[in-house]
Structures are given as C-alpha cells and as structure tokens.
C-alpha cells in the first residue's frame, strides 16, 4: 500500500463546476495535510493546507479532512480553465508530526473544459 | 518577495560527468528538502536538512550523490559520475520548521545526462 494514494485522473470537469480531488493516506500519526498545484513544466506550489478535522476555505477552494477516515480532499468551486493542472497530496511523516518530512502523492491531473 | 531560487534551472551534460546544482532557501526558513521528480516516479525526497544539519538522505543513492549546506543561504546537491538515469528535474523546497510543515518550491533544475 501506497502510503499517499492519489487517483491519476484524468479528471476532467466542465468550466464552472466543482471539481473533487480525493486522497488516502496510511500514517495514523501524519497530523499536516497539503494541497500543491503543479502546472505542466512548472514547480509545486502550495495551495492550502489543513490541521484539524473538518472544512477549511479559501477563496474558491476548500480542503477536508477526515482523520479517522485517513482521507483528505480538496474541492474546486467554479472550476476555471486555469484550475487545469496536476493537484498532488503532500502528508508529513512521523506520529505526532515528529518530522518536517512530507510524503507526496502521485498527483490528480485535473482538467477544466471551456 | 521571497522565494526558492535555484542554478542551474537547464544542464545538459554526458555521462560520467560531475553536476552540481544550488539552491538559496527562502530566508529565514531552517528547513531544506531536495527533491527529484520523473514521470515514471513521481517526487522523490533525496535529502532534507534542518538548521544546516542533514537529517536524512536515506532517498539518495549514496555512490554517487552528496548534499551539502555550507552556509544557511546555500544548499547543495552534487552528481559525481552522471549517468542517464540521473535525467529529472531537481527541486529545491524550504520551510519554516518550528512545527510548520509547509514547503515552498523552487523552478527546479532540468538535468540531462546523455
């Protein structure tokens, strides 16, 4: 088992609806959960991250978490052309948080149709 | 406006050949994290450091690559001999530490070992 599962997509939605990026992971301990964007040829970039059980929200986008279900997700209101790219999920390493290190997943390429 | 810088952002070089690729962490931050990505595997941790200390390289192969970080505005990765294998692109991160898990990326280095 993977210990940061990311279906590989693509995803693909039409502009201006919401757009669901899921991810699993396997560390009882992780505590820090991350959403970065990667758009072709381009770097990371972090987009949100979350602490605590339940929805967090940002502008268009909101992260959950569900720490008995291991699970995290982002969502994508009125999803843009522009939101077109790979969404990895990143979760620290280590019970208690004990690390800085983050186990990346393989990423969800999303793709918003005009 | 802060962020990872990091040089060379291209290197082609031939096999056998020694690469050595730097990174300035954002100021301030005392976590470092060298990375490798590939389409086939994903992204990699090679090394992470923190306040200048290597706290694990136990994703580098170690006969062949060395991180360093000579002062807490330079980090490091070296490739001595290149082999093709070795074509990634090679981020930088930095973070805050102090129980902040967020890293900040840098453009990367695009190697090609031919």
């Known amino acids: 088992q993977k210990e940061v599962e990311q279906n590989s997509g693509p995803l693909s939605v039409p502009e201006g609806a919401i757009a669901s990026l899921n991810c699993t992971y396997s560390d009882r301990g992780s505590q820090s959960f991350f959403w970065y964007r990667q758009y072709s040829g381009k770097s990371p970039e972090l987009i949100m991250f979350i602490y605590s059980n339940g929805d967090k929200e940002d502008g268009r986008f909101t992260a959950q978490l569900n720490k008995a279900s291991q699970y995290v997700s982002l969502l994508i209101r009125d999803s843009q052309p522009s939101d077109s790219a790979t969404y990895l999920c990143a979760v620290n390493q280590g019970y208690g948080g004990a690390t800085n290190k983050l186990i990346f997943g393989t990423g969800t390429l999303l793709a918003v149709q005009p | 406006d802060a962020r990872v810088t990091q040089t060379p952002r291209h290197k082609v070089t031939e096999m056998g050949q020694e690469v050595t690729m730097r990174c300035q962490p954002i100021l301030g931050h005392n976590t470092v994290f060298w990375y490798r990505q590939t389409m086939m595997q994903g992204l990699e941790l090679l090394a992470y450091?923190?306040?200048?200390?290597?706290?694990?390289d136990s994703g580098m192969p170690k006969d062949r690559f060395s991180a360093e970080m000579p002062d807490a505005t330079l980090a490091t990765l070296k490739i001595q001999p290149s082999e093709p294998r070795d074509s990634a692109v090679y981020f930088c991160a930095s973070g805050p530490g102090q129980g902040a898990y967020e890293q900040y990326f840098g453009p990367g280095t695009r190697l090609t070992v031919t």
């Open positions: 450091f923190r306040n200048r200390a290597p706290l694990d």
